[in-house]
């Protein structure tokens, strides 16, 4: 694998909040979202979020393109960017589309494919709910682009419909490279379940999220650290290219647990990235946080044997946020206050909580590391792979540090987004 151009710019025109970023290895694209204000020759009586897609080549821009909704994640492969949107009425639409187009659900939210070379929109699915739906990770493939978050009521995907089973259910989708929703597959059961992060690597698709008691993934039961008690664990899972179970394992502990998002490295391993409070139960360990909350990395084989785990974290509050594969090595985006060792460092928060980046090899060994620092509030928001590295999209609020590289302030101070490519040895 080449190694990749660092870069370290800024990326929204005009401000906006970065919510997604994606490669498909000669270009980076970077979600930006920014609130507009009225306009009557579109029919807006109200003022609407707009979602700026930026596509560039190393530090040149080559195109962008805005559409209605709040962004999230990104994907990219071949000849296709595909930028998942959210909001109510009009959303994933040009600014001057040929026809309004309303998606069901307070939110609901479409998923638009967009073509590489240009930014022109090839096709758009709306994904409609009747009481709401999020969007919460995407992965792309040489077949089209997995669609995975959660969703309450009933989510119709095209002529894909499921219902959820309790308070909210997960759901994850293929759409394949022409827009047809191949399959549409909900987990679940009488509690709150989301899917919040999918990954695919040639046939092989992981899916990791959050569950509470008396869920199930196509239907095997997911097992709960405590069937009583009223806060979720943590699932993960293999399915086909036909959206079939291969296997499904789950962990947690006594309190709460939340997922960043899941990988599937060079070897086909699957790693988990979450934060875990007090004990957590990770396959035959139990592994304790310093503080409030730690980041936790996780590793299966994979055939879905339980590998080894890690904590990443202080004495006080910290967690993961994203993650992403960069060959055989794992990148996570994390946050944290005061002070924590990572890797051969003991890294100090600058003002109030500060964000990181750690590369780890299959062992778990950090065998790079960034601070993402400075006097405001720092957030990766996202992480992508890139040849020979990773993608991420940061969210700032003043001077940003990310490592021995630099921006200025934002001129908005609520409204600061840069995109950071680094290598990975």
């Known amino acids: 694998m080449s190694a990749a151009e660092p870069l370290t710019a800024a990326t929204g025109r005009g401000g906006g909040s970065v919510r997604g970023v994606a490669s498909d290895g000669t270009r980076t694209y970077a979600a930006v979202t920014l609130v507009k204000p009225v306009n009557a020759d579109l029919g807006i009586t109200a003022p609407i979020p707009w979602t700026t897609i930026e596509a560039r080549r190393g530090a040149t821009s080559l195109w962008d393109r805005t559409l209605t909704g709040e962004g999230g994640p990104l994907a990219a492969a071949g000849d296709l960017v595909f930028a998942a949107l959210s909001g109510t009425g009009r959303v994933g639409d040009d600014e001057h589309p040929p026809q309004p187009a309303s998606v069901g659900g307070e939110p609901g939210a479409a998923i638009v494919a967009l073509d590489a070379t240009h930014g022109r ?67 679940g059961g009488g509690g709150a379940d989301a899917v919040q992060g999918v990954a695919v690597r040639g046939p092989q698709i992981a899916i990791a999220g959050t569950f509470g008691a008396g869920a199930d993934l196509l239907g095997q039961p997911l097992p709960a650290f405590d069937e009583k008690s009223p806060y979720g664990d943590v699932f993960v899972a293999s399915l086909d290219p036909s959206g079939g179970r291969v296997w499904a394992a789950t962990f947690g502990g006594k309190l709460a647990d939340t997922v960043a998002g899941v990988a599937i490295d060079g070897a086909g391993r699957v790693v988990v990235a979450a934060s875990a409070r007090d004990v957590v139960h990770v396959g035959g360990a139990d592994l304790v946080a310093q503080g409030l909350a730690d980041g936790l990395v996780a590793w299966w084989t994979k055939d879905g044997t339980a590998s080894h785990a890690i904590l990443l974290g202080g004495p006080e509050f910290d967690g993961l946020r994203a993650i992403t594969a960069a060959g055989d090595r794992i990148v996570v985006a994390g946050f944290y206050s005061g002070s924590m060792r990572l890797g051969d460092r003991t890294i100090t928060a600058a003002g109030g909580d500060d964000a990181f980046l750690a590369a780890l090899d299959p062992n778990g060994v950090i065998v790079d590391q960034w601070e993402v620092s400075g006097p405001g509030r720092e957030e990766v928001a996202a992480l992508a792979e890139v040849a020979g590295g990773f993608v991420a999209g940061v969210a700032h609020t003043a001077t940003l540090a990310v490592g021995d590289a630099s921006l200025p302030a934002p001129t908005d101070p609520f409204a600061g987004s840069a995109i950071v490519v680094r290598p990975v040895r």
């Open 121 to 187: 929109r090839a096709w758009r699915v709306a994904l409609d709910a009747s009481e709401w739906v999020v969007v919460s990770a995407m992965a792309a493939s040489s077949e089209g682009v997995l669609v995975a978050g959660s969703f309450s009521g009933s989510l119709r995907a095209a002529d894909r419909v499921v219902a959820s089973g309790g308070r909210s259910d997960g759901f994850v989708a293929k759409l394949t490279k022409t827009g047809t929703v191949a399959w549409l597959v909900r987990l």
